[in-house]
């Protein structure tokens, strides 16, 4: 009888979280040769059972295979599991979340310590590993020999983009994008907030707000566009003036209605400024400026 899973990359992960047992399953389910190791054993049991060996330490689940997948807490962790494993001549990919600076420090360990780095940035959540559909990925910045080497192993638990040979990138990637989701998420508060004592439906406000962001979303486009000419007027739909004009109407909206404007306030302050320095027929990409000391 032959296994399909002998001519798989063999894989080591190391941490078995909600995202690294998601991870594990997929390499699994792929037919890859996996050797799992986490700090608490009894999470690796159910791993164990479905064809993962489980090593009893994180060296040896180190010295398992050439490449090793770490995806833990923090960087904090990822110093604690490796300190006293031999990473020469080890592929690290590590899935850690992280800031640039901390990547960039990990890239330097490893390759000190004789491995070659990668560093990932995770934009899916667990159940979207190994679900091709679900538009999760990786951003993957470092080591491009290395991220040539694994494309292909990488891509079975999510999409891989690749950001760059700074390993600092991935991680600068992840950190922009979920602070868009953060602002995104700032703005369906402060939308929802403003309907909370009213006799409307939250669940009748979802889809417009959905969708609103949706047609508003590729605006970002324009903001590219205008920063890589250094025209902030270039295509402008909206001007800054018009906007700005309209912005007591938003905030005595909120007053009205009871809500706290601290979540827009601090952006419309902005926008006055901008309009002060002489901004009033760009966009608001002016304001990208003003927060880049
Ligand atoms: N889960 C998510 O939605 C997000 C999606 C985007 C990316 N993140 C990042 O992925 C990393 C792992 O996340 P996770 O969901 O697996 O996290 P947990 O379920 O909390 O598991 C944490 C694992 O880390 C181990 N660990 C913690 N501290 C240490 C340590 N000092 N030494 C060794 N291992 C450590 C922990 O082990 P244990 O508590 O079971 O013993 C878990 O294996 C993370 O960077 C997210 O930001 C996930």
Request: glycine share 10%; hydrophobic share 45%.
């Amino acid at each position: 009888m032959t296994y399909n899973t002998v001519e798989k990359t063999p894989v080591t992960l190391l941490g078995l979280g909600a995202m690294g047992t998601a991870l594990a399953r997929a390499w699994l389910a792929a037919g890859h040769p996996l050797t799992v190791w986490n700090r608490t054993a009894p999470r690796a049991r159910p791993l164990a059972a479905e064809g993962a060996k489980v090593a009893d330490s994180a060296a040896d689940a180190v010295a398992a295979s050439a490449l090793v997948v770490v995806c833990l807490l923090d960087d904090a962790s990822v110093q604690e599991a490796l300190a006293g494993a031999d990473l020469a001549g080890r592929d690290l990919v590590n899935l850690t979340t992280s800031t640039p600076a901390q990547a960039r420090e990990r890239a330097d360990w490893a390759r000190e310590r004789g491995a070659r780095y990668l560093d990932g940035g995770i934009m899916a959540v667990p159940p979207m590993i190994g679900v091709p559909e679900s538009g999760g990925y990786v951003f993957y910045s470092g080591s491009p020999e290395l991220f040539d080497r694994h494309r292909d192993t990488l891509a079975v638990p999510a999409g891989t983009v690749y950001v760059g040979r700074d390993a600092g990138f991935a991680a600068l990637h992840d950190v922009a994008l979920l602070s868009a989701m953060y602002g995104m998420f700032a703005g369906a508060a402060h939308a929802f907030a403003l309907i909370r004592k009213e006799d409307i439906d939250p669940a009748s406000l979802a889809p417009l707000l959905a969708d609103w962001l949706v047609a508003m979303a590729p605006a970002v486009h324009r903001t590219a566009d205008q920063l890589r000419s250094g025209d902030y007027t270039r295509g402008v739909v909206s001007t800054l003036a018009m906007q700005a004009a309209g912005t007591p109407a938003f905030l005595s909206t909120a007053e009205q209605q009871g809500v706290s404007p601290e979540l827009l306030s601090p952006y419309f302050a902005l926008m006055r400024r901008r309009l002060a320095e002489g901004g009033g027929e760009e966009d608001l990409t002016g304001v990208i400026d003003l927060l880049v000391r």
